[in-house]
Each structure stands twice: as structure tokens, then as C-alpha cells.
């Protein structure tokens, strides 16, 4: 279980106000790639992330699958980057699958609100086996 704290009063993430970006007032900035997401989150202030959980033999032919479960109130955000990269959004109090491949990954997220620290982690992932995740906010 991950348990993400609520930021201090007053604190921000680096990077929101799109200064210096070079974009006129009023246009929205270019999605982030995978890779560049985690970069931004890494290189900020976050919260570390512990190691997911194996749950079991996939029972996948083969497959290596996450679940992420989202137990906060906010919309969660993770992303994979390694052997492949992939991203998830997942609603307040759902979850969510995918399936990765065997390998290491950089992890990164965050939820929709300024007032929680995003988390970074590094994992291996190991092939036929699902993994499981929950994320939750706790006092700080």
C-alpha cells in the first residue's frame, strides 16, 4: 500500500505555472510524453514509492499484469516507463489492469490536486506474475 501525505499549506509542484515554456497566454501547453512525465515528477519534490505487491502467478499466458487501485478521492495518474511504456488514469475508488513486460520500470504519479506530493519509484517486474498496488491518502 502507498500511502500518498498531503503537501504543506501553501507549497506547489514545480513546473504548473507554465513560465518560460514559451507558449502564448491562454494556449495549452503540449502533453508530456511517458518518459518526460516521469522526468518532471522525479526530478520534483515527491514521495517515494514502495514496491508493488505479488499477488500471484499471472495465469495469463505468460503475461505480467498491474493492477493499481485507486483509493483516494482524486483522479490518479501512473505511468510505466521500461520495456514498454504505458499510463493509466483511474477514477476516484477504481482500479485498474495492465499488462507490462517483464523488465525494469521507472514508476511515476500523481493525483489531480496540488496538495499531495506525486511519487517516484524504480521496480522490477517479473515475467507470468500479476502484481497489485493500492494508493490511498493518509495524514501526513
Not at 47 to 55: D, K, L, T, W
Amino acid at each position: 500500500l502507498l500511502r500518498i501525505t498531503p503537501r504543506q499549506a501553501g507549497a506547489g509542484l514545480p513546473g504548473l505555472s507554465g513560465a518560460g515554456t514559451g507558449k502564448a497566454a491562454g494556449s495549452a501547453p503540449a502533453p508530456l510524453s511517458i518518459p518526460e512525465e516521469i522526468e518532471r515528477i522525479r526530478s520534483g519534490s515527491h514521495s517515494a514509492m514502495p514496491p508493488a505487491q505479488r499477488s500471484a502467478p499471472s495465469g495469463f499466458g505468460g503475461r505480467t499484469t498491474m493492477t493499481v487501485n485507486n483509493s483516494t478521492r482524486y483522479t490518479l495518474s501512473v505511468y510505466f516507463d521500461g520495456p514498454v511504456a504505458k499510463s493509466l488514469s483511474i477514477a476516484p475508488n477504481a482500479s485498474q489492469t495492465v499488462e507490462l513486460t517483464a523488465g525494469a520500470f521507472y514508476v511515476a504519479g500523481r493525483v489531480d490536486t496540488v496538495d499531495v506530493l506525486p511519487f517516484y519509484g524504480e521496480e522490477k517486474y517479473d515475467g507470468s506474475m500479476q502484481y497489485i498496488v493500492t494508493f490511498y491518502i493518509g495524514p501526513q
